[in-house]
């Protein structure tokens, strides 16, 4: 395991460039899950309000974890 | 090229044979034809690679080797040599199938034939292959971990427990969105620029295929990685 630090480079970048499209597909994700809901219950805006924001949390928390990992401690 | 917006509008499918006993049609289209292509040619190389395997290794199964060794390390880096090894098989394959079919709209002349696109210019292919790896999350956590990957739903704290889910259900939905934009978007300019003018113009956008390819191959295989590996991981 002597080369890791190069990949561990590699691994940042990827992982970063990953960040933003995953920031927007959760709150995409969020909006569309919600306005479909909403479609199915009958329940207009309220579901797509709630699911908006929830994506939104989501997807920070994903950044989050990102910044974070937990896989090292515990 | 048509008159009827180019190779990028709408495709008919190549053939449409009935399946027998129904009334229902079963479309094949060019870019599934070029993704059988590619598998045939990833199966073919890897047999005459591992057929005769000498240990000096020469010609065809020198190239694979590499290719197989630098995957497999930098999968030893994300989850540990042990579990590179169980799941490097996986992401390698998801990897190198990416990788030409990305490269298949660089070929000489290719953007000149009606209809041609590389299979992850299409949503279809990479939403099934980020759904392959969606369930191949579940199923080598689930194997792993057996009902106690579940667990990791409620962590940190329980009332997450819905902010969880949707991030899991995320993971698909920016893996194939993330593939197919990146190749559609580049496919399109190179495919407007061909339209234009044919020669020359339209090689730096090639160029930035070459990068956009590899670049978007390496950030599906390694985001596949960290969910598996996040998925399998033990904790101590």
């Not at chain 1, 499209?21 to 909006?31: C, P």
């Not at chain 2, 197989?68 to 030893?76: M, T």
């Not at chain 2, 394959?93 to 070929?107: E, H, M, R, V």
């Not at chain 2, 579940?150 to 009332?159: C, E, G, T």
Request: hydrophobic share 50%; glycine share 12%.
């Amino acid at each position: 395991m002597t080369d890791d630090n190069g990949y561990q480079g590699y691994k940042g970048l990827g992982l970063i460039m990953s960040a933003g499209f995953t920031m927007a597909a959760s709150v995409l994700f969020g909006y569309f899950a919600g306005s479909w809901l909403d479609k199915y219950f009958g329940t207009k805006p309220w579901l797509t309000l709630i699911m908006f924001i929830l994506g939104t949390a989501a997807g920070l928390k994903s950044l989050y974890n990102l910044a974070f990992p937990k896989n090292e401690g515990d | 090229m048509s008159a009827e917006g180019g190779h990028h509008g709408p495709i008919d499918p190549l053939f449409n044979p009935v399946i027998p006993g129904t009334e229902y049609h079963l479309p094949i289209y060019n870019f599934v034809i070029t993704s059988w292509v590619i598998i045939l040619i990833l199966t073919i190389t890897a047999i005459l690679a591992t057929k005769n395997m000498k240990r000096f290794p020469k010609g065809i199964q020198n190239v694979w080797e590499y290719a197989v060794e630098g995957l497999f390390g930098f999968y030893g880096g994300i989850m540990g040599e042990e579990r590179a090894r169980k799941y490097g098989p996986f992401l390698t394959t998801c990897f190198l199938y990416i990788l030409l079919c990305n490269y298949s709209g660089l070929i000489p002349g290719a953007a000149m034939i009606k209809g041609f696109v590389p299979p992850t210019n299409n949503i279809s292919i990479t939403a099934g292959m980020s759904i392959m790896v969606f369930l191949s999350i579940f199923y080598f956590g689930i194997r792993a971990k057996g009902i106690g990957f579940f667990k990791h739903f409620f962590q940190p704290m329980a009332f997450l427990f819905i902010l969880n889910v949707i991030e899991e259900l995320v993971r698909p939905v920016s893996l194939s969105l993330r593939l197919y934009g990146n190749i559609y978007g580049e496919e399109m300019i190179i495919g407007k620029l061909a339209e234009m003018v044919p020669f020359l113009v339209p090689l730096p956008m090639m160029v930035l295929g070459v990068l956009t390819g590899g670049i978007q191959a390496f950030v599906f295989t390694l985001l596949a990685s960290t969910y598996i590996a996040g998925a399998t991981e033990e904790h101590h």
